[in-house]
C-alpha cells in the first residue's frame, strides 16, 4: 500500500496547514467541526493499514516520540506506542510517578527536559486539569493530551466518533456525521474527562448527547453546555442509538458517592433487559477499563451485533496515527504545511 | 524619624467623612494638628497641586509584609493574617511581628484563632493580645468543629477582640479549586457550590450572636452570603464584612485557560454575585475593602491549576480597584476612603484612618485620574500574580506619608 503525506480528501478540506492549524492537541473545544472530521478522514487510512500483514511505513522515521504518562496508563499507552512506531518514529516512555511531580516546579522543569532532548512530539497524560496546556507552553514541539484531570481526552472521543462512524456505514448509513443521532453516556461524568470530550465531539458533528448519572456524579452547570440531563437511566436510554457507560472513577473519588457497587448496578447498570428498553439496534460503547457487573454486565459488552467495544480498541490506534502524522507534518517539511523547523 | 518641625499639606482636596473640601491639613508630631480653609502657617509647605488627600490605606487582612507594594498602594498600615510560617499563635511572634514594619509601616498582626490554625484548640489569646495583637483570625479556613468556634467566640468577646473569619464550609468545599456552575465544569476543575460560602456565615452568625462577639468576615462573596450579613445587620449584631477587589471586579470567567494567576480563596464566583458584591459596597452592606495582598512566585503559581496555591498580589492595585468603583458610580469619593481606610482602622480602635483633628498623619496623596497599566512583571511586590495583568486603570498615589513622616516612593 503506497502512502503519502497529503490528504486523500484532499477536495473536502481547505489546503495544507490550513485544514488543520494547530500544534497541538489539547482538546476537541479547541476544534472545528471540519477539523475534527479532517482527522476522522486522516484516520481511515491508518484503519486500512492497520488491517494488512505489515502494518508499517516509514512517514515519522528518524522522529523521536515521548510518552509521559503522569499517571497510570496501559491502553493508551499502548495504543499511542504502536501508533508511534508504525509511523516509523522511535517512541520513548516515560513513567513518572504522580506523587513525585506533583509539587513545585518539578513539572515545569520536566517539561523543559523533555523539550531538551529534542522531542518531536510529546504526548502527555496528566492528573490534573489543564497541566498538558502548561506543559505545551514550554516545549517547542506539539503536545498531544492523553488525558489531563477531568478536563480532556480528545483522541479517547475522536476515535470514539471513527469507531460510531465504521459501525454506522456497516449498517449502509451514509453520513459523514452523526446528525439526527440521540447518543446517551452514563456513568460517573463527574470526574470523567472522556463523557466531556465526548459531549464536545459528538455535539460537533450534530448529535443530540443525553448524560445520566446520579446527582452526585454530574458536574453542575452542564447543561449550559448543551447537554441534556437524566438521573433515570430507562428514561435516558428511551429511543437512543448509542449508549457509551464509563466506568466509576473511584480513584478520584474523595468521599463517598453511591452507596455501593450493587446499588449501582441496580439503578445505572447495563442489563440486557434495560438495553431492549433502547432500540432494537442500539449500539453500545465502553471507553473500557470495563468493570464488569458494575456499569455493564457481561452479557451486553459482548454482544457481537451491538457492541462496538473492541473496534474502539482498534480505531484508537488509527486516530493516534492520524494525530501524529498530522501534527509532524510541519516539522517534516510537508508540502504545504510549512518549512521544515 | 517622626519630624517635629509642622508640616502643612496645601492646596489639596481633602477627603473627609462629611465631603470632600479644597484645602490644607497641617502635621505636627506625627498626628493631624488641623485642616480646613488654612492659611499656610510655620514650618515647611507641600503644595498638592489640587490633588486628592486621603487616610493612607489600612489593608485588613494581607499575607505577607511587603512594603514597597503597600507604599506603591498608599497603604500605611495592614493587619497580617496569622498564616505564616510559623503560625501567628503564640505571644514571641506577635510581639515580634507588630514591631516589624515600623517606623515607615504599621503592622498589626492577627493572633491565631487556634494553635498551628489547625482549628481544634483555642490559642493563648490573651498573651497575645498583651503582645500586641488586634484580633484573631480563623486563617484561611474555616473552623469546622462548630463547639470550638462558639468558645472562641465567647472568648474573644471577653477580651473584646473582633474575630476575622473565613467562611467557606470546608467538608462542602474540600479540595474544591473553583465555583461549581459552567465555567468549572468545562475544564473539569474540581468545584464546590458557592452556597458552601452561606452555609458557613449563617453558622458563625448564629454563634457570634449567642457569645455576643464582634465578627468580621473577611470576604464575602455571594449574593446569598451578602444577604446574611445584610439582615444580621439589620437586626443590630455586631458584624462587618469585607472583600477583595478580585470578587467586584471578575468573576469565574477570568479562569479561562487555566491562569492560576485567577486561582484565589474563595474562587471567583459567577457574574451574578459579582453584581451582588459590588450592589453590597453600594448599599453598605460590606464595610471593607482589603487587597488580600499574598504574593506568590511560580515555584507556587506555575503548575496546573488545582495544584496551585491561592491568592493574589493585590496591594498595589486595591485603590485604582475601589476608585475605580467611584468612576463607575458605584461609591463617591469619602465612601470610597471609608471602606479602605475608616473602617479597617475602626474594627481594630486604632486613631487612624480618617482625616480629623488628633488623628495619626497616616496620609495618602492621590491623582485619581492618573492612567497606567498593571504589569505583572514590573510590579514592586515581591511577586507579580495580579488576575489584572495588562488590565488600564487610573489612580496612583503621588506622596505618602506614615505618622507625619514623608516615606519616598
Known amino acids: 500500500m503506497a502512502m503519502t503525506d497529503t490528504s486523500p480528501h484532499a477536495a473536502r478540506y481547505p489546503a495544507g496547514a490550513q485544514a488543520f492549524p494547530h500544534r497541538d492537541l489539547l482538546g476537541i473545544g479547541q476544534l472545528e467541526r471540519h477539523e475534527i472530521l479532517f482527522l476522522l478522514d486522516e484516520a481511515e487510512q491508518w484503519v486500512e493499514l492497520n488491517r494488512q500483514r505489515t502494518k508499517h511505513v516509514d512517514a515519522l522515521a528518524g522522529l523521536t516520540i515521548i510518552n509521559a504518562f503522569f499517571e497510570?496508563?496501559?491502553?493508551?499507552?499502548?495504543?499511542?506506542?504502536?501508533?508511534?512506531?508504525?509511523?516509523?518514529?522511535?517512541?520513548?516512555?516515560?513513567?513518572?510517578?504522580?506523587?513525585?511531580?506533583?509539587?513545585?516546579?518539578?513539572?515545569?522543569?520536566?517539561?523543559?527536559?523533555?523539550?531538551?532532548?529534542?522531542?518531536?512530539?510529546?504526548?502527555?497524560?496528566?492528573?490534573?486539569?489543564?497541566?498538558?496546556?502548561?506543559?505545551?507552553?514550554?516545549?517547542?514541539?506539539?503536545?498531544?493530551?492523553?488525558?489531563?484531570?477531568?478536563?480532556?481526552?480528545?483522541?479517547?472521543?475522536?476515535?470514539?466518533?471513527?469507531?460510531?462512524?465504521?459501525?454506522?456505514?456497516?449498517?449502509?448509513?451514509?453520513?459523514?456525521?452523526?446528525?439526527?443521532?440521540?447518543?446517551?453516556?452514563?456513568?460517573?461524568?463527574?470526574?470523567?474527562?472522556?463523557?466531556?470530550?465526548?459531549?464536545?465531539?459528538?455535539?460537533?458533528?450534530?448529535?443530540?448527547?443525553?448524560?445520566c448519572a446520579p446527582p452526585a456524579l454530574m458536574p453542575a452547570g452542564i447543561e449550559a453546555m448543551g447537554a441534556e440531563v437524566f438521573h433515570d437511566f430507562d428514561a435516558a436510554l428511551d429511543g437512543a442509538d448509542v449508549v457509551m457507560m464509563l466506568r466509576l472513577q473511584t480513584e478520584r473519588m474523595s468521599g463517598q458517592f453511591i452507596p455501593s457497587a450493587r446499588e449501582y448496578h441496580h439503578l445505572y447498570g447495563l442489563t440486557k433487559t434495560r438495553l431492549a428498553g433502547a432500540k432494537d439496534d442500539t449500539l453500545v460503547m465502553h471507553p473500557g477499563p470495563m468493570n464488569r457487573g458494575v456499569e455493564i454486565d457481561s452479557e451486553v459488552a459482548d454482544m457481537i451485533d451491538r457492541s462496538i467495544i473492541t473496534r474502539q480498541v482498534e480505531m484508537g490506534v488509527a486516530i493516534r496515527m492520524a494525530c501524529l502524522d498530522v501534527l509532524t507534518r510541519r516539522a517534516r517539511g510537508v508540502a504545504g504545511w510549512g518549512d521544515a523547523a | 524619624m517622626k519630624q517635629s518641625a509642622p508640616v502643612t499639606i496645601s492646596n489639596a482636596r481633602l477627603v473627609t467623612p462629611d465631603g470632600v473640601h479644597d484645602g490644607a491639613l497641617t502635621i505636627e508630631n506625627g498626628k493631624i494638628a488641623s485642616l480646613g480653609d488654612l492659611a499656610a502657617g510655620e514650618g515647611e509647605t507641600f503644595d498638592a497641586k489640587g490633588q486628592v488627600l486621603a487616610p493612607g490605606l489600612v489593608d485588613l487582612g494581607v499575607f505577607a509584609i511587603d512594603k514597597p507594594a503597600f507604599h506603591f498602594g498608599g497603604i500605611t498600615r495592614a493587619a497580617l493574617m496569622p498564616d505564616q510560617s510559623p503560625p501567628l499563635d503564640l505571644p514571641s511572634r506577635v510581639s515580634y511581628i507588630s514591631k516589624s514594619g515600623k517606623p515607615d509601616f504599621w503592622v498589626h498582626p492577627l493572633a491565631a484563632a487556634t494553635r498551628g490554625l489547625e482549628g481544634r484548640e483555642i490559642a493563648e489569646i490573651a498573651l497575645m493580645?498583651?503582645?500586641?495583637?488586634?484580633?484573631?483570625?480563623?486563617?484561611?479556613?474555616?473552623?469546622?468543629?462548630?463547639?470550638?468556634?462558639?468558645?472562641?467566640?465567647?472568648?474573644?468577646?471577653?477580651?473584646?477582640?473582633?474575630?476575622?473569619?473565613?467562611?467557606?464550609?470546608?467538608?462542602?468545599?474540600?479540595?474544591?479549586?473553583?465555583?461549581?456552575?459552567?465555567?468549572?465544569?468545562?475544564?473539569?476543575?474540581?468545584?464546590?457550590?458557592?452556597?458552601?460560602?452561606?452555609?458557613?456565615?449563617?453558622?458563625?452568625?448564629?454563634?457570634?450572636?449567642?457569645?455576643?462577639?464582634?465578627?468580621?468576615?473577611?470576604?464575602?462573596?455571594?449574593?446569598?452570603?451578602?444577604?446574611?450579613?445584610?439582615?444580621?445587620?439589620?437586626?443590630?449584631?455586631?458584624?462587618?464584612?469585607?472583600?477583595?477587589?478580585?470578587?467586584?471586579?471578575?468573576?469565574?470567567?477570568?479562569?479561562?485557560?487555566?491562569?492560576?494567576?485567577?486561582?484565589?480563596?474563595?474562587?471567583?464566583?459567577?457574574?451574578?454575585?459579582?453584581?451582588?458584591?459590588?450592589?453590597?459596597?453600594?448599599?453598605?452592606?460590606?464595610?471593607?475593602?482589603?487587597?488580600?495582598?499574598?504574593?506568590?512566585?511560580?515555584?507556587?503559581?506555575?503548575?496546573?491549576?488545582?495544584?496551585?496555591?491561592?491568592?493574589?498580589?493585590?496591594?498595589?492595585?486595591?485603590?485604582?480597584?475601589?476608585?475605580?468603583?467611584?468612576?463607575?458610580?458605584?461609591?463617591?469619593?469619602?465612601?470610597?476612603?471609608?471602606?479602605?481606610?475608616?473602617?479597617?482602622?475602626?474594627?481594630?480602635?486604632?486613631?487612624?484612618?480618617?482625616?480629623?483633628?488628633?488623628?495619626?498623619?497616616?496620609?495618602?496623596?492621590?491623582?485619581?485620574?492618573?492612567?497606567?497599566?498593571?504589569?505583572?512583571?514590573?510590579?514592586?511586590?515581591?511577586?507579580?500574580?495580579?488576575?489584572?495583568?495588562?488590565?488600564?486603570?487610573?489612580?496612583?498615589?503621588?506622596?505618602?506619608?506614615?505618622?507625619?513622616?514623608?516615606?519616598?516612593?
Open chain 1, 72 to 211: 497510570n496508563s496501559t491502553r493508551t499507552l499502548l495504543s499511542f506506542e504502536i501508533a508511534g512506531k508504525r509511523l516509523g518514529a522511535d517512541v520513548v516512555n516515560m513513567h513518572a510517578a504522580q506523587s513525585s511531580v506533583k509539587k513545585g516546579e518539578t513539572l515545569i522543569d520536566t517539561a523543559i527536559t523533555l523539550n531538551a532532548m529534542r522531542a518531536d512530539a510529546i504526548v502527555i497524560r496528566h492528573g490534573s486539569s489543564g497541566a498538558t496546556g502548561l506543559i505545551a507552553d514550554k516545549v517547542d514541539c506539539p503536545v498531544l493530551n492523553a488525558g489531563d484531570g477531568q478536563h480532556e481526552h480528545p483522541t479517547q472521543a475522536l476515535l470514539d466518533a471513527l469507531a460510531l462512524r465504521h459501525a454506522l456505514r456497516e449498517r449502509g448509513e451514509t453520513a459523514n456525521d452523526f446528525t439526527g443521532l440521540t447518543v446517551v453516556i452514563c456513568g460517573d461524568i463527574l470526574h470523567s474527562r472522556v463523557a466531556r470530550s465526548n459531549l464536545l465531539c459528538l455535539q460537533a458533528l450534530g448529535a443530540t448527547v443525553r448524560l
Open chain 2, 129 to 409: 493580645r498583651d503582645a500586641g495583637a488586634k484580633g484573631i483570625a480563623t486563617g484561611r479556613q474555616w473552623i469546622a468543629d462548630s463547639g470550638v468556634m462558639l468558645r472562641l467566640l465567647q472568648y474573644a468577646a471577653m477580651l473584646d477582640l473582633p474575630v476575622i473569619a473565613h467562611a467557606e464550609d470546608a467538608a462542602l468545599v474540600g479540595d474544591a479549586v473553583a465555583t461549581a456552575g459552567e465555567y468549572a465544569t468545562r475544564r473539569g476543575l474540581p468545584s464546590a457550590p458557592a452556597e458552601a460560602e452561606a452555609i458557613a456565615i449563617a453558622r458563625d452568625l448564629a454563634l457570634a450572636d449567642l457569645a455576643g462577639a464582634r465578627i468580621h468576615f473577611r470576604q464575602v462573596t455571594t449574593r446569598a452570603g451578602l444577604e446574611l450579613i445584610r439582615k444580621a445587620k439589620a437586626s443590630g449584631q455586631s458584624v462587618t464584612a469585607g472583600v477583595t477587589p478580585a470578587h467586584f471586579m471578575l468573576s469565574d470567567l477570568a479562569t479561562a485557560d487555566f491562569r492560576t494567576f485567577a486561582r484565589l480563596s474563595p474562587p471567583l464566583r459567577s457574574e451574578d454575585d459579582r453584581q451582588a458584591v459590588r450592589e453590597a459596597i453600594a448599599d453598605g452592606t460590606i464595610d471593607v475593602v482589603s487587597s488580600g495582598h499574598d504574593p506568590r512566585g511560580p515555584e507556587d503559581k506555575r503548575l496546573p491549576y488545582a495544584d496551585a496555591e491561592p491568592g493574589m498580589a493585590g496591594a498595589e492595585t486595591l485603590l485604582a480597584m475601589v476608585l475605580s468603583l467611584v468612576l463607575d458610580d458605584v461609591i463617591d469619593l469619602p465612601r470610597a476612603f471609608e471602606l479602605v481606610s475608616t473602617n479597617p482602622a475602626n474594627l481594630f480602635e486604632v486613631k487612624a484612618g480618617v482625616l480629623a483633628e488628633g488623628y495619626e498623619a497616616d496620609l495618602a496623596l492621590v491623582d485619581p485620574d492618573k492612567p497606567w497599566v498593571i504589569q505583572s512583571a514590573r510590579m514592586a511586590a515581591t511577586a507579580g500574580n495580579t488576575p489584572f495583568d495588562g488590565q488600564p486603570t487610573q489612580g496612583r498615589v503621588t506622596a505618602l506619608w506614615k505618622g507625619g513622616a514623608r516615606i519616598e516612593l
